[in-house]
T-cell receptor
Framework: LAKTTQPISMDSYEGQEVNITCSHN???????ITWYQQFPSQGPRFIIQ???TKVTNEVASLFIPADRKSSTLSLPRVSLSDTAVYYC?????????????FGTGTRLLVSP | EAGVAQSPRYKIIEKRQSVAFWCNPI?????LYWYQQILGQGPKLLIQ????????DSQLPKDRFSAERLKGVDSTLKIQPAKLEDSAVYLC????????????FGPGTRLTVT
């Protein structure tokens, strides 16, 4: 499993765009990049997943450069309710019993 | 669609006592997971079931932890006897099948061992 490195914490204000970068230098060819969000007193929630280039859904965008050694989760126009911990995970989708390995995540604090 | 259900939500016990947690996954989800999340850390996988069979329990402290998933639906996780370091949130998650990264988590059970 590729190890990931992400900032421990980030601060932002309402209405701003937030970009959280995750480093995964040892990513393997079959690995996908997945992001989860966790609010206090709740279990993690899947946000987005990608393999290369850019993926966008109703919640976020995921940018992955050509070398795939890093990825950036972009949250447009954050609100107070986006205050949460964000986890970057890397793993092989082709392995039948691949498990999620969570790091300590990035704690995002959005202020008024 | 109903989410993953867990009970109880909170539990306080003394060390050396036993405790059990219950999980009901999303209907139709073949894979069920139990995670332990210690304060300030990310969740750590304890055990993974595919239907009613165990496919990964490499990080389960088998001398005190046990889990079962009878009939491939509900699951229980037991700790006996509990230690102070078992204080954590125990999360249950399920997914449609193994190897799928979109797992659905329950609200967790917060265990405090005194």
């Amino acid at each position: 499993l590729a190890k990931t490195t992400q900032p421990i914490s980030m601060d932002s204000y309402e209405g701003q765009e937030v970009n959280i970068t995750c480093s995964h230098n040892n990513i393997a060819t079959n690995d996908y990049i997945t992001w989860y969000q966790q609010f206090p007193s709740q279990g993690p929630r899947f946000i987005i997943q990608g393999y290369k280039t850019k993926v966008t859904n109703e919640v976020a965008s995921l940018f992955i450069p050509a070398d795939r050694k890093s990825s950036t989760l972009s949250l447009p126009r954050v609100s107070l309710s986006d205050t949460a911990v964000y986890y970057c995970l890397v793993g092989d989708m082709d392995t039948g019993f691949q498990k999620l390995v969570f790091g300590t995540g990035t704690r995002l604090l959005v202020s008024p | 669609e109903a989410g993953v259900a867990q009970s109880p939500r909170y539990k306080i016990i003394e060390k050396r006592q036993s405790v059990a947690f219950w999980c009901n996954p999303i209907s139709g989800h073949a894979t069920l997971y139990w995670y332990q999340q210690i304060l300030g850390q990310g969740p750590k996988l304890l055990i993974q079931f595919q239907n009613n069979g165990v496919v990964d329990d490499s990080q389960l402290p088998k001398d005190r932890f046990s889990a079962e998933r009878l009939k491939g639906v509900d699951s229980t996780l037991k700790i006996q006897p509990a230690k102070l370091e078992d204080s954590a949130v125990y999360l249950c998650a399920s997914s449609l099948r193994a190897g799928v990264y979109e797992q659905y988590f329950g609200p967790g059970t917060r265990l405090t061992v005194t």
